[in-house]
């Protein structure tokens, strides 16, 4: 079981590139850039947000770059361009290991880096700041299982091999484990994609006719399940568990045919990162008598931006 908790990080070992940043530079010629991929899907709307946010806040230059589609090469490519830019940091969405490598790259460069929604404990990044996976499932698996009553057969929608959504589904497991009537039947691909996440659940539904509910823990999951469940006319009878925010998925909600979703506080993580990063450039935290002597960043290592319920008592105020 993963909680994540807000802790002080100590990384000796990086601290001779990012000390030589702390040169002082006006807000306004500071620049941080968020590299990610799938830009195509409204989840990432609030990514942006996020940014555009933060970047007001601070008074500093912010952009997102990335390929609108599941791209790693792409996206790489997009953190070289990043990294050509020298900004004062970059933010990256931590999908999977491969983008290791080129994180390491630019903390090699003295640029620092956060990993936002997946994270990429295997590279140098400084710091996580995303969704505690583990608890946002086993808060998922808590509402579905009042759903169904307690007990029935239900089946999980997820892109297979991201950590993160790994989590979530340890989350949901565990939740579920405490009800000896309810059995998790399959384990369902998306591809992250809405039209085969519809397929996979007609396809469940077919299989398993008598299925009392859907967990979807990632976000095309969602209205891929709606479909499916609106076709096969069994709308408020199959319980569905979206994840995020959308609006096909708040419309799902309004409509009857999602029961309800988990959440992500999505745009907290770059505006929180951009924090962290501007934070390590600008402020001098003494956690110590001589932090660069100590090896001492001053900066948190892990935050968890939280989730919360959508549901048909507060669906409306998600609205975009």
Same mark, same amino acid.
């Given at each position: 079981m993963k909680r994540m908790i807000l802790v002080l990080l100590v990384l000796a070992s990086l601290v001779p590139g990012f000390f030589a940043q702390t040169k002082a530079v006006p807000a306004k010629d500071q620049l941080y850039i968020e590299v990610s991929a799938l830009g195509n899907l409204d989840?990432?709307?609030?990514?942006?947000?996020?940014?555009?946010?933060?970047?007001?806040?601070?008074?500093?230059?912010t952009e997102y770059v990335g390929p609108a589609e599941y791209d790693m090469n792409a996206m790489v490519s997009a953190f070289e361009q990043a990294i050509a830019k020298k900004p004062n940091g970059i933010v990256i969405v931590?999908?999977?290991?491969?983008?290791?490598?080129?994180?390491?790259?630019?903390?090699?460069?003295?640029?620092?880096?956060?990993?936002?929604?997946?994270?990429?404990? /295997?590279?140098?990044?400084? %710091?996580?700041?995303?969704?505690?996976?583990?608890? *946002? !499932?086993?808060?998922?698996?808590?509402?579905?299982?009042?759903?169904?009553?307690?007990?029935?057969?239900v089946a999980i929608m997820t892109k297979p091999g991201q950590a993160n959504l790994e989590e979530r589904i340890a989350g949901y497991k565990a939740a579920l484990a405490s009800f000896k009537d309810i059995q998790i039947v399959q384990i369902a691909d998306t591809q992250s994609d809405p039209v085969v996440a519809a397929q996979a659940a007609a396809t469940l539904l077919q299989k398993y006719p008598d299925l009392a509910g859907i967990a979807c823990v990632e976000a095309a /999951?969602?209205?891929?399940? %709606?479909?499916?469940?609106?076709?096969?006319?069994? *709308? !408020?009878?199959?319980?569905i568990i979206a994840m995020d925010r959308g609006n096909e998925v708040l419309d799902g909600i309004k409509e009857g045919v999602i029961s309800a979703s988990v959440a992500q506080q999505t745009a907290l993580m770059p505006y929180y990162a951009v924090q962290i990063l501007y934070n390590l450039n600008n402020s001098k935290v003494a956690i110590t008598s001589n932090n660069k002597a100590a090896g001492v960043l001053g900066i948190p290592v892990v935050v968890d931006s939280g989730s919360v319920i959508i549901d048909s008592n507060n669906y409306m105020y998600f609205k975009r």
């Open positions: 989840y990432f709307y609030d990514h942006k947000m996020g940014m555009e946010m933060v970047g007001k806040e601070l008074g500093v230059r931590g999908f999977e290991s491969s983008l290791n490598a080129i994180v390491d790259k630019a903390v090699a460069q003295g640029i620092p880096v956060v990993a936002v929604d997946g994270d990429l404990p /295997g590279s140098k990044r400084l %710091a996580f700041v995303g969704t505690g996976n583990f608890n *946002a !499932g086993q808060e998922g698996g808590k509402k579905l299982a009042s759903l169904i009553g307690g007990k029935g057969k /999951g969602g209205s891929g399940a %709606a479909t499916a469940v609106r076709e096969a006319k069994k *709308a !408020g009878k199959v319980k």
